[in-house]
């Protein structure tokens, strides 16, 4: 019995190498010549392809930081998280250099910002006194959007900028406006105070 499991595991042995295998003729590998295609110029590239058309009012996320300020202080009930995005000397002396000319910053913080300031702060107080005529809980409300609304005016004309704030079954749209200087984002003013919490 030894004898034959031996005789057994010896040409088991000898069947997995190259003595024992059929010796086959080696034929060429099929092949294919493939015939060049031509595509056409005007091929959409990838980024063509996923290039989006250029809305009217273009959606910028990028004033998330004013929209979020702007709830923060709705729900503090004061501006003062707006603070940062208030206009200041520089924006006066930016945006009215004749007027500003040979003003000292105190003149044009009491002439001309103390109004502006003043004026925002009373729009911002009439929201405050709306949502609580209608009974809207400011505290869940989350930002939702920012939509920034361009315009062919030159760069020193504020823009429009709504700012829309709710929760998943109610949506309000504040309008705001806003300039761009020196890469920083600067609010003005609150457009419209009636009917937002309605």
């Known amino acids: 019995m030894k004898t034959l499991s031996l005789l057994f ?23 294919a010549e493939a015939t060049p295609v031509k595509l056409p110029k005007d091929l959409p590239t990838l980024d063509t392809v996923f290039e989006a058309e250029p809305a009217e009012d273009v959606i910028v996320m990028a004033y998330s930081e004013v929209g979020n300020a702007f709830l923060s202080s709705l729900k503090n009930g004061n501006t003062n998280s707006l603070k940062p995005f208030m206009a200041d000397v520089s924006v006066a002396k930016t945006l009215s250099p004749k007027e500003t ?32 005529e209608n009974k809207v809980d400011l505290a869940p409300l989350r930002l939702l959007n920012c939509i920034y609304h361009e315009t062919t005016d030159p760069q020193t004309v504020p823009r ?20 761009n200087l020196a890469n920083k984002t600067y609010i003005f003013e609150i457009l419209k105070t009636t009917g937002v919490f309605n």
Request: positive net charge.
């Open 9 to 31: 595991l010896i040409i088991l042995s000898l069947s997995s190498c190259a003595l024992f295998k059929s010796k086959k003729t080696k034929t060429a590998s099929p092949t």
């Open 101 to 132: 000319k040979g003003m000292t910053d105190k003149e044009i913080e009491n002439k001309m910002l103390t109004s502006l300031h003043a004026r925002f702060d009373d729009n911002f107080n009439k929201l405050i006194a709306a949502a609580k």
């Open 160 to 179: 429009a900028l709504t700012i829309e704030i709710g929760t998943s079954t109610a949506k309000y749209s504040i309008p705001v406006t806003v300039i």
